[in-house]
């Protein structure tokens, strides 16, 4: 594909029931969602996409909506070389994300940052956040309850690297034991990522519950910040 949709805003609506996905971005270049209402969605409320190898999905800023009711928040399994995705300040029923890419050449610069769940994440991967094939991103600043079997809010796989998991607020849920603490980070191998200044509302540190204290360098890491999306400039008549 080689011209994607650019500059493409989507704002002020109210989407109920859509169909399968709430947005669907096939191949795109700044393409912004802000304030919208996304409801009832039977599978992605954002959806990045594409079949078939090749093009390109990039620049893409989600913010300021309000999100509930669908199965992903936030899915990119997609065969396009996917980069600089943001998504943030959504109020969101729960942070089911899978960052995923199908060509095996990682994402870059995905910003998870400043969002709200009001619900716990509870499905059988046991953690809110997947990374497989993504480097440069950051994770910060998101409030959310977690529920067992949730092993980690964002969980790191083959071929990631460089994420920062940071000044995040990770409450235990409504249905966890007394005893339970939340985990802001897991990763196959401790160079993929780091988790630092993440606690409960009550002011505990969650830092290195999962990974060695080692990996705690919030005073000496700073994560590389994603390129955010460029808004839409118009023309008019």
């Known amino acids: 594909m080689s011209y994607p949709s650019t500059d493409v805003t989507i704002a002020d609506n109210y989407m109920d029931a859509s169909g399968r996905q709430g947005i669907t971005v096939v191949y795109g270049d700044r ?59 959504n109020t969101v029923s729960q942070t089911r994300i899978d960052i995923d890419p199908t060509t095996k050449t990682p994402a870059q610069n995905i910003t998870i940052e400043g969002n709200t769940a009001n619900a716990s994440t509870l499905w059988s991967m046991s953690y809110d956040i997947f990374f497989g094939d993504v480097s440069n991103a950051l994770v910060s600043q998101n409030t959310a309850p977690l529920d067992p079997p949730a092993g980690a809010f964002v969980h790191l796989a083959k071929n990631t690297s460089a994420v920062a ?73």
């Open 31 to 89: 393409v912004t969602v802000d304030s919208n209402t996304i409801a009832n969605v039977a599978d992605s409320a954002i959806d990045l996409e594409a079949e078939t190898p090749g093009g390109s999905e990039a620049n893409i800023l989600v913010e300021n909506n309000t999100i509930h009711g669908y199965e992903f928040l936030l899915a990119g399994i997609t065969g396009a070389a996917l980069s600089d995705v943001e998504l943030t300040g």
């Open 165 to 237: 998991v940071q000044d995040n607020t990770l409450n235990p849920g409504p249905g966890a034991p007394s005893n339970f603490e939340p985990v802001p980070l897991a990763a196959k191998n401790p160079s993929q990522g780091t988790d630092c200044d993440n606690t409960t509302s009550s002011g505990t540190d969650l830092d290195s519950n999962e990974n060695p204290p080692t990996l705690d360098q919030c005073s000496t890491t700073t994560p590389t910040t994603p390129t955010p999306a460029a808004l839409p400039s118009f023309v008019s008549s």
